[in-house]
C-alpha cells in the first residue's frame, strides 16, 4: 500500500519559516516526482511545487523565490522549506505523487495524496 505522510506544519508569525517533509511509503518505483499543493476551504486546490527523480523542479508563481523543494531519495522523502511567510498562506498543505519522470503543478495526473497538515500564518 502506498502512503504518503505529511508532518512539519503548524503556527507561526508572518516572516516566518516553516519545513514539511512528505514520507513516502510502499512505493516500488524509482522514476517518479511529488508536488506540493495546499487549499482553503471553498477554493481550488492550489499547485506549489514539484520536483522529478532527477531533481528538477517547478514552482508557481505565488511561492517562487520563497518556497524550496528538495528531496532525499536515500529517506525517500520530500520537503518543502517555506520562507518568508504571509497570512495568505495559510492553508492545509498536501503533498502529491505521480508516476513519471516530469513533474507538474496541476493537480490532475496525482495518484497518491497524504491527508495533509495546516499551516497557519498570523499577522
Known amino acids: 500500500e502506498v502512503q504518503l505522510v505529511e508532518s512539519g506544519g503548524g503556527s507561526v508569525q508572518a516572516g516566518g519559516s516553516l519545513r514539511l517533509s512528505c514520507a513516502v511509503i510502499?512505493?516500488?518505483?524509482?522514476?517518479?516526482?511529488v508536488g506540493w499543493f495546499r487549499e482553503v476551504a471553498g477554493e481550488e486546490r492550489e499547485g506549489l511545487a514539484v520536483i522529478n527523480d532527477d531533481g528538477k523542479t517547478t514552482y508557481a508563481d505565488s511561492v517562487k523565490g520563497r518556497f524550496t523543494i528538495s528531496r532525499d531519495n536515500a529517506k525517500n522523502t520530500v520537503y518543502l522549506q517555506m520562507s518568508s511567510l504571509k497570512p495568505e498562506d495559510t492553508a492545509l498543505y498536501y503533498c502529491a505523487l505521480a508516476l513519471g519522470r516530469t513533474g507538474t503543478v496541476d493537480p490532475r495526473p496525482y495518484m497518491y495524496w497524504g491527508q495533509g497538515t495546516q499551516v497557519t500564518v498570523s499577522s
Open positions: 510502499g512505493y516500488p518505483y524509482r522514476r517518479y516526482y
